[in-house]
């Protein structure tokens, strides 16, 4: 099973590096400086602080008490040191997703899915001025993310022990968040019902980023049907992650496969797709 599924993965990220472009095929000002700032921006030196959490946290034998949604890893029976490894972002990917926030100018984040914080504490360092609103049902996770949050000395940082489901038809209605990161419970029927939640709001100018989009046949599916949102300005596909980007002020539809210029340097003038 286990093999069938690396085979799929394989295969389709094959498909997704023929199909796809890179930063210099792009002609939209809006998209370029995205993506400009994604791949040609310099990251923060903050990475220095996660280090040494990260190297706390892989000393840290205690179990994790429970797994929480379907995800990329399965966490029960495995220590917090485990944890780290298995299903916290880098802090190459928590920078790349804190610098799409940045691009937008984002003000007001919402995370679901804190996990260990990486990528929260990210968001923040990149987006001083914005508050931060994290989801996280195990709250053995997210107490550990708190501590580092203190430490860290970010106080835009707010955190919700629920089930996405929970917050959604709760808490977010309070909220009014011009970002979205989608990080846990990678299930078709999960993905889907938290996009519909989220859109029921209507908000005008946002930004979606959904994690994980090629882990499973059912993510890639829910991208596939969240991709073709005629609502949306612009959908890029990272192949990990998906964009969607709502905008009233930007007029022509763009939809679009990236890939770094550094893994497709060929990928010019003649070359390019
Ligand atoms: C992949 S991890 C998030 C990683 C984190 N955003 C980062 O970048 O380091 C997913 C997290 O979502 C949590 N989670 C999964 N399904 C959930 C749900 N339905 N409600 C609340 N939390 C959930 C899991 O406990 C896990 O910690």
């Keep these: 099973m286990k093999l069938k599924k690396l085979l799929w993965q394989i295969r389709e990220a094959l498909r997704f590096y023929f199909q796809a472009s890179t930063i210099y095929n792009i002609h939209s ?10 791949y040609l921006s310099d990251d923060l030196p903050q ?6 959490f990260r190297n706390a946290l892989n000393q840290d034998n205690e179990l994790v008490s429970e797994e929480v949604g379907a995800g990329s890893s399965s966490l029960s029976k495995n220590t917090i040191a485990k944890a780290i490894k298995l299903s916290s972002s880098s802090y190459r990917k928590s920078s790349f997703i804190a610098k799409i926030a940045q691009a937008v100018q984002s003000k007001t ?8 914080g990486m990528t929260t504490t990210t968001l923040s360092y990149y987006n001083p001025f914005a508050n931060v609103h994290t989801v996280e049902a195990n709250d053995q996770l997210l107490r550990k993310a708190k501590a580092f949050f203190i430490n860290s000395g970010i106080d835009k940082i707010h955190t919700y022990n629920k089930y996405f489901q929970d917050f959604l038809n709760t808490d977010f209605g ?3 968040p011009d970002f979205i990161l989608i990080d846990g419970d990678h299930s078709y029927q999960s993905t889907m019902d938290y996009f519909k939640l989220i859109k029921q709001k209507r908000i ?6 959904f994690d994980d989009i090629r882990w499973s046949k059912g993510m890639l599916m829910a991208w596939n049907k969240i991709s073709s949102d005629t609502d949306a300005s612009v959908v890029v596909d990272f192949h990990n992650l998906g964009v969607v980007l709502y905008s009233p002020n930007s007029r022509n539809q763009i939809r679009c496969k990236i890939i770094s210029h550094r893994l497709k340097p060929f990928n010019l003038g003649l ?3």
């Excluded at 984040?109 to 260990?116: A, D, M, R």
Aim: some cysteine; aromatic content about 8%.
């Design 29 to 38: 000002p809006l998209l370029f400086s995205i993506l400009k700032s994604v």
């Design 47 to 52: 990475a220095e602080l996660q280090k040494n």
């Design 109 to 116: 984040i919402i995370e679901l899915g804190t996990n260990l």
């Design 174 to 176: 309070n909220i009014y």
């Design 204 to 209: 005008a100018q946002l930004c979606l980023v």
């Design 271 to 273: 070359f390019a797709k």
